[in-house]
T-cell receptor
Framework: QKEVEQNSGPLSVPEGAIASLNCTYSDRGSQSFFWYRQYSGKSPELIMF????GDKEDGRFTAQLNKASQYVSLLIRDSQPSDSATYLC?????????????FGTGTKLQVIP | SQTIHQWPATLVQPVGSPLSLECTVEGTSNPNLYWYRQAAGRGLQLLFYSVGIGQISSEVPQNLSASRPQDRQFILSSKKLLLSDSGFYLCAWRGFQGRETQYFGPGTRLLVL
């Protein structure tokens, strides 16, 4: 059973639109939530983290967390072709004295010019 | 600032050959370090983590081993590679953004033929 679920996509949005990426997780003890962006052939790059229920905004990115629903989302406003990448949702929980981070398999985003 | 290096960047090895991948971190001391593998079309799988010199924990039984000979050096090895060892190997270190956060190196792409 997967612990972090994401729709694999591809999610296609036109340039300038809002891209909405979603993620659910199974461990109710999870405390930290991350979004990574991974361009093809490259390593994941951390773009957002959120720890409390609600919204967190950073530039064109907004992360949303609902612990009751075990749901995390990432909104990208004014999507650009350079946003085309795979977005990995990651969830952290304490395990054996250290934070274990579990990754989803990612959602591929395509921004159409 | 902290920097993480991995080499080689790409590697093609025959089945049954040995393997040694290296990861080094600059700009921090006593980092927690992690080895992940990302197979084609699959999520990131945690292989090993290390909280200090000589301290290695394995997440899954496998054909690989890890060592931490120096504070900022983490090595992934195998005595005999299998076809299933092919993948994108990522080293990560633990940073801190209010909570523990993981940052990835550039990765090593391994193809076993």
């Amino acid at each position: 059973q997967k612990e972090v679920e994401q729709n694999s996509g591809p999610l296609s949005v036109p340039e300038g639109a809002i891209a909405s990426l979603n993620c659910t997780y199974s461990d109710r003890g999870s405390q930290s939530f991350f979004w990574y962006r991974q361009y093809s052939g490259k390593s994941p790059e951390l773009i957002m983290f959120i720890y409390s229920n609600g919204d967190k905004e950073d530039g064109r990115f907004t992360a949303q967390l609902n612990k009751a629903s075990q749901y995390v989302s990432l909104l990208i406003r004014d999507s650009q072709p350079s946003d085309s990448a795979t977005y990995l949702c990651a969830v952290g929980a304490l395990s054996g004295g250290y934070q274990k981070v579990t990754f989803g398999t990612g959602t591929k985003l395509q921004v159409i010019p | 600032s902290q920097t993480i290096h991995q080499w080689p960047a790409t590697l093609v090895q025959p089945v049954g050959s040995p393997l040694s991948l290296e990861c080094t971190v600059e700009g921090t001391s006593n980092p927690n370090l992690y080895w992940y593998r990302q197979a084609a079309g699959r999520g990131l799988q945690l292989l090993f983590y290390s909280v200090g010199i000589g301290q290695i924990s394995s997440e899954v039984p496998q054909n690989l081993s890890a060592s931490r000979p120096q504070d900022r050096q983490f090595i992934l090895s195998s005595k005999k590679l299998l076809l299933s060892d092919s993948g994108f190997y990522l080293c990560a270190w633990r940073g801190f953004q209010g909570r523990e956060t993981q940052y990835f190196g550039p990765g090593t792409r391994l193809l076993v033929l």
